[in-house]
């Protein structure tokens, strides 16, 4: 099968596609025909030298991918059902979803709702699975329907599916960007209005700013991250799920001590059974009143996965990159 591989010797990073057999590592029994896969921020950070991401030397990368069973050992899985793949070591130490096909462990897998295509499932893919899970924390937390909730990172991946599935259910998402170029897209995406990356917060003197947001998705982590617990509304909670600027935290006791905020972790990656089934199960209700066209970027070939993850390592992508892995 076509594969897109990448394989780092002395410190030396080659990509490329190559022929190679599908494999079967890490308890991966049941074998997907892949229709799409799509590119994520972390798949850029899997295809860089000496990545602290990366567990193998050389692996097919890709951590998401949507297709059909085509071998199963699994009672749970039926050859030619529709699944999405993602979690675990997918693309970080096992070979991923940039590929025809793709083994992997039952415990990864998800049947896929009716209302949601394979490709739309790439559309959702890991990032809109965060998406949905992050609206799941702050709804678990309390969030009341009409909630102004600030989105970071509102143009990526997870950003821009946090706008639109927060506007679909009927809280009022503000969408904070460093793209100020996309405001009309983030408008008809759903958002009440824009912000730009710096106005997530006010009262820079002060150990506390103004009580701003009714809750929180935070895809940047780091300062925005400090910033956005100090401006929460009394008893409010930001769901925190990305790093793009930082992996560091810098913050005080204060906004959980006196303002009873909630700082809520979200992890797509070793989601249980339960959670990936609710989940995806949220995203197939909300499904048919999403029109997800407008969130794709654009539709590579393996071919073209290069120049894809230097763009989205840069920022340079709005929405989500798919992957179509037959040949051009
Ligand atoms: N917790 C989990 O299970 C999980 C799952 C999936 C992804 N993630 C993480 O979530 C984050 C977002 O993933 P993604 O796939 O949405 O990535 P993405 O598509 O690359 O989007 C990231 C967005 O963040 C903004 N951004 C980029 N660099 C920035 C910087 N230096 N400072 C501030 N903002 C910056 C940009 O949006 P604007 O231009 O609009 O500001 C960019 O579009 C990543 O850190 C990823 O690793 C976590």
New binding site residues.
């Given amino acids: 099968m076509r594969a897109f591989v990448i394989s780092e010797e002395s410190d030396t990073l080659a990509m490329g596609v190559r022929d190679v057999q599908p494999r079967s590592t890490d308890g991966g029994d049941i074998l997907v025909h892949v229709d799409f896969s799509a ?4 798949d ?2 899997v295809a860089t030298a000496k990545s602290r991401v990366r567990r193998l030397a050389t692996l097919i990368g890709g ?1 998401d991918a949507a297709g059909t069973v085509a071998a199963s050992a699994s009672p749970e899985f039926e050859v030619g059902a529709r699944v999405a793949v993602h979690g675990g070591t997918l693309g970080v130490g096992r070979d991923g979803g940039f590929a025809e096909f793709v083994y992997s462990p039952a415990k990864y897998l998800s049947v896929l709702p009716a209302s949601i295509s394979t490709h739309d499932a790439m559309v959702v ?3 809109g ?3 949905m ?2 609206v799941l924390a702050l709804q678990d937390r309390g969030l009341s329907l009409g909630a102004e909730v600030l989105v ?10 946090a706008v639109t599935y927060l506007a679909a259910l009927g809280y009022r998402p503000v ?5 100020p170029q ?1 405001s009309a897209w ?1 408008l008809e995406r759903g958002a009440v209005r824009v912000v730009g ?1 710096d106005e997530v917060s006010d009262q820079p003197g002060r150990v506390m700013g103004s009580e701003l947001w009714d809750g929180a998705i935070d ?4 300062e ?1 991250l400090a910033q956005i617990l100090r401006s929460l509304r009394y008893g409010a909670a930001v769901a ?7 992996a560091e935290l810098a913050t005080t006791v204060y906004p959980f001590i006196t303002r009873n905020v909630g700082l809520l ?5 070793e ?1 249980p059974n339960s959670t990936r089934s609710r989940v995806w199960t949220a995203l197939g209700t909300v499904a048919p009143e999403i029109d997800f066209a407008p969130l794709v970027d654009r539709i590579v070939r393996l071919e073209g996965l290069s120049p894809a993850l230097e763009d ?10 798919l992957v179509d892995p037959t040949p051009g």
Avoid: Y
């Fill in positions: 590119v994520n921020f972390k850029a950070m951590v893919g890991t990032a699975f965060t998406a899970l992050s970071t990172g509102s143009t990526g991946g997870v950003g821009s599916q969408a904070s960007t460093g793209s996309e983030l990356r895809c940047v982590g780091g925005t925190a799920c990305g790093l793009v600027a930082s972790g979200v992890d797509c990656v989601a989205i390592r840069h920022g340079r992508t709005r929405g989500r990159v």
